[in-house]
């Protein structure tokens, strides 16, 4: 199995990089508001499932963050935090608009 940070997160280390960076940023590329997401965390919408997703996977990974605390976010378990991070890392895989949308979103972060 291929870490994933290798790849999704090349060089990610700026020191202003925070969860509320995070956020902004994934929220922007989805053209979501933060409290709407906030608001819709039980949402199972696609709209809604993958900023979600991808906010915790990006916390976990580019933040060094343990699942418990990236999960926090959005008020979820250790395991919903795994099981975003293994989604988003198959999405970028496998699906190349979903690899776009993280791509712009790492092309945010990384400025």
Request: net charge positive; charged share 25%; hydrophobic share 35%.
């Amino acid at each position: 199995m291929v870490n994933s940070a290798s790849y999704i997160l090349p060089g990610l280390s700026d020191p202003e990089l925070n969860e509320r960076a995070i956020i902004h940023a994934v929220c922007k590329v989805c053209g979501k508001k933060p409290e709407e997401m906030r608001e819709m965390k039980e949402c199972r919408k696609p709209e809604y499932v993958f900023p979600r997703q991808l906010i915790v996977s990006l916390i976990n990974k580019a933040l060094n963050k343990p699942l418990s605390t990236s999960s926090n976010v959005y008020e979820q378990n250790h395991a919903t935090c795994i099981h975003s991070v293994r989604t988003i890392r198959n999405w970028y895989e496998t699906d190349h608009r979903k690899r776009e949308t993280i791509n712009k979103v790492l092309a945010i972060l990384m400025l």
